[in-house]
């Protein structure tokens, strides 16, 4: 256990990547240029009036169709294992249907007749920590109070989870990204979905919001198997519990893709109720656009093997840098995910702040520590996502020892203080 | 004035129709196939990796800017003649932009700290009649109490607009279609326009949902013209009043086009505060797309003059078709617009919902009567939104006399009863 650093040697090396005058950014889980390249064919999929009918005659150009077109459905309906008529195919971003069941949920309940969430005094989402900023920006906005929940290697402490579920019916969510969690990288064991499955709920209203962002996002040859939570909860008369999320963002484009919202029939027929008032229909000529380029599954799971063979090698080259630089330190750990966008660092407690802020200053942009917890609080400041696919490998190559070296600064600043 | 039919000669005449057993469709205000088919050249403009960039460098695949590509909000800068930061350019669907402003308001308020309309024991929105049913299912899903207005020859009453907007603070909102108004095809006059520039609301938290829809969609050389209502408001002070809605729905396509909400920047700012945690942003790609199809204003209006050639004999033809069969009829008129999908149709007192079933049940589908009033309620039973863009003109030509026969049949059926 290295414990003890020469601090005039780290300001030292750490005022010479300053002197690079650099700018670049690891701040968010954005793909790369180069793997937005490789979609290029879903620009010319369609091309004439004639190729713009979905398969059962659908003018895609035109009104309607508030479900998304057939196939859009069966697409999601095999990245997600649900049926097609448990797909809602919106728009390009799965945020947004977060947002909005949200927001329905709020102000009109989460089903015909039940209670809107903003007629109760408090109510309270779980939120497994350290997750993901953008899930709790939509909690802080809705003014839903929010309790952090820790994760553990098998996904969220289902004991702390089960405790709160079963005994406070003001808890109404949790957020969850089951599948190579944002930002540790973890999938949900086995175990931890049967529990899930298996929730009772002490309020009839409460809702786990399932954001399968990374279904297909595998890193490594060694990929993490989620079990499906709906097939399981299906078992027990417990479907209505689920709004499965999920998109092609991280498939064909991030700005550009197709995002889907996935639950029982009871919760597509009442998120429809409100649905139908708020459009006539999301973009269809970019929903086939994804069928044509996406025929099968497996033209799906050939993508993802091109944004592998990117991604991949980023993620080598920053376990490398903490191997390398960070290991051994006292306090310091950091996950190695299957699959994902993250690794999440962990440094000792009262650094993170510090290390962002002095990555900044050398012109490295991190995600700003805090940010994987609710209110921008993480109580130990210790905690840093990790996103190193935006950055080209050269790029990341140079950030990496300059954010080593103020993860050592800053616990150097600490020890001669 | 004709006011007495034959009876059994309009029954034979219905019959005989029902015999041809057709399915003809004048419901809704949808482009035909072949208005779609004028943007082909939208699917190709955008085909390789090296095509995806805005004109400042954004890549339009990736994450981001909430608030539109700069060359997309300069389009609708030129539609609506506001300053492009005066714009938000969004997804697909301008009523979607509307439900969200409005359910934003419902929550969180029109700005910061003013008190969210949900929180009001009662709030209403004034509702030009006959008007568009969508904008009215806003308000019914959102628990907002509709209040009638008369649409007169110059656009709303304004006497009775200004009279509850001066008097009572619970009025929060009025849904106008200020050009080639929806069904009425009225286009509000300078003056109107001035009065609602002036406007001088109890209410701080007052706000005209300016639906901007047919800006651009003439169907005769005698384009009416609309007044800048925003330009008009901020000389009084008073630009913070409105939220200007429109979009390429009916200039590209109706699925798949570009919606913007154009503002004040204080409306604007307000509006980011919420859709900075709803989105990441808008299909950009789309958004881009249209910015290449059209790369200045006089491309876009090359545009409507192709949607022009195509809709306008079939307004004639619905036209000539009152004519010759409706007109004289005591009790019967219509509008004779500029522009816009829509025909506005009155009948005697308690006779619309009788000629829509008619019409049904034989073979041809029209907007329900009373949908374009607030709950679906047409106090006198006399309005029918003829809608007649969507079928081809043979339809049309085979649909209207069908259509008129309703008409007098149903009159027929109230004398002899």
Known sequence: MQSKFDYNALLNEYNGYKQQELKLDMSRGKPAENQLDTAERILTVIQT????????????????????????????SNILGV?????????????NLM???????????????????????KISFLCPVPGYDRH???????????????????GPDMDVVE???????????????????????????????????NLKPKADDFRVFWDNAYALHD?????????NVLEAAKKVGNEDLFYIFTSTSKISYAGAGIAALACSKNNINAVLEGLKVQTIGYDKINQLRHCRMFPTFESVL??????????????????????????????INWTNPNGGYFIS??????????????????????????????????????????????????????????????????IAEKQIR
């Open 49 to 76: 009036n004639a190729d713009c009918f979905s398969r059962d005659g659908i003018d895609c150009r035109n009104y309607g169709n508030l479900t998304g077109i057939p196939e859009v459905r069966e697409l999601f």
């Open 83 to 95: 049926s097609p008529d448990e797909v809602i195919a919106g728009g390009n971003s799965s945020l």
């Open 99 to 121: 947002y909005d069941t949200v927001a329905r949920a709020m102000s009109h309940g989460v089903k015909k007749g039940s209670k809107p969430w903003s007629k109760y005094d």
């Open 136 to 154: 709790f920006a939509i909690c802080e906005y809705n003014n839903i109070n929010m309790i952090n929940v820790p994760m553990i290697a098998e």
């Open 163 to 197: 405790m709160y579920i079963k005994n406070d019916d003001t808890i109404k969510g949790i957020w969850c990204v089951p599948k190579y969690s944002n930002p540790t990288g973890i999938t949900y064991s086995d175990e931890t979905v049967m529990r899930f499955a």
């Open 219 to 227: 890193i490594n040859d060694k990929a993490d198997k989620l079990l």
């Open 302 to 331: 050939e993508q993802m093997q091109k944004h592998l063979k990117i991604v991949k090698p980023k993620f080598v080259a920053v376990l490398e840098a903490f191997e390398k630089n960070l290991s051994g330190v006292e306090d």
């Open 345 to 410: 660092l962990n440094l000792p407690n009262g650094t993170a702040k510090r290390v962002v802020q002095l990555a900044k200053e050398a012109g490295v942009t991190l995600t700003p520590a805090g940010a994987t917890y609710p209110y921008g609080v993480d109580p130990e400041d210790r905690n840093i996502r990790v996103a190193p696919t935006y950055p080209s490998l050269a790029e990341l190559n140079k950030a990496l020892p300059i954010m080593c070296c103020c993860a050592k600064l800053a």
